[in-house]
């Protein structure tokens, strides 16, 4: 899949999230790179809904280290158990924060970012990722991204 995205003119959010799953799909299939995997998925989530800032931490010892993104700069470390990322590796579940000026120890990598959604990627139950997506707007995300966001991240197992 080098062309561009199929995403239906008008569709809903879920909408989106279920064409563009099995096009990721694809796009992953026979890839065995991780970076290659992480960066084009970084990519097809911004195309597809112009979030804020999209990307990857990955895991490396006890820090979460930047991995391929799309948006403006972010910050490079992450130390387990700090801000949204470091929370939802420690916990080891999906965190939706509607306003990050209200999450406890909030790293504020762009102070454009008002609204978070990190979702674990786990291999045999490990935590190996986060996918980090920031919004410029407060309460962007839902439920629905965390579903599909999580069936995203499961196509790393």
Known sequence: M???LHIPYGASKEEIYQALLPQLKALMEGEPDLIANMANIASALKEAFGF???????????????G????PPACTRIAYGRGVCGTAWKEKRTLIV???DRFPGHIACSSFSRSEIVVPVKRDGSVTAVLDIDSDRLDHFDEVDACYLEKIGELFC
């Open 2 to 4: 080098a062309e561009d």
């Open 52 to 66: 804020f800032w999209v990307g990857f931490y990955r895991m490396a010892g006890d820090q979460l280290v930047l």
């Open 68 to 71: 391929p993104f799309q948006g």
């Open 98 to 100: 509607p306003d990050v």
